[in-house]
């Protein structure tokens, strides 16, 4: 039995009222939606709340899903599209990432990961990491939503071209372009 049809016996067991087999789903997903949502909503407090957010509309919209598509395909548009309505409805402008590397906590972190790394490798490797998050939130909403998908999510063209309900061709396309301007902003680091 497939990881597919598993969604969709738990998405029938729903359908037919069960609330126990959602939060199944749930548990499987979540921490990928989460994920998901932080390359929008970079305060995670906030991003757990809008993929709750995410998931309370999918049980609300559970009724009228019909399986046309995978059950993680439709709730990443769904998550996808609420963490957009939060920076819309929050007013936000992105959140400088550059704040996040004072986080004492991440800065361990990252030091107990890296202790063999020379002082210039890791300033270095900090840098080309600043580099391409900024290049990814400079991009326009299409390219960074299919690149996301594609190197974070691991999602195949097929998949984001139904979360992202256009031609598998548009995707790769925006794949493309994307990598493009990632590539150019490192190009003086390398």
């Known amino acids: 039995m497939g990881v597919e049809e598993t969604d969709r016996q738990l998405v029938e067991r729903v359908q037919r009222g069960d609330k126990t087999a959602f939060d199944v789903l749930v548990r499987k997903y979540q921490h990928k939606i989460v994920k998901l949502v932080t390359r929008y909503v970079h305060d995670h407090a906030e991003a757990q709340d809008v993929a ?3 998931f309370i509309k999918a049980y609300r919209a559970l009724p009228r899903f019909r399986g046309d598509s995978a059950f993680y395909t439709w709730i990443y548009r769904i998550a996808i599209n609420t963490a957009k309505n939060h920076l819309v409805s929050a007013s936000r402008r992105p959140v400088d990432e550059t704040v996040d590397l004072q986080d004492p906590e ?17 300033l270095l490797t900090e ?11 400079s991009l326009p909403e299409e390219l960074r939503t299919a690149i996301v998908l594609r190197e974070l999510e691991g999602m195949s063209y097929e998949e984001i071209a139904q979360a992202m309900e256009c031609p598998v061709g ?8 994307a990598r493009e ?7 003086p680091l390398l």
């Open 170 to 177: 548009t995707v790769r396309s925006r794949i493309f372009r």
């Open 181 to 187: 301007v990632i590539e150019a902003r490192l190009a």
């Open 106 to 122: 991440e800065y361990e972190a990252n030091a107990r990961l890296s202790d063999n790394d020379t002082p210039e490798r890791l």
């Open 52 to 54: 709750q957010e995410a």
């Open 127 to 137: 840098e080309i990491k600043r580099t391409v998050d900024a290049a990814i939130r």
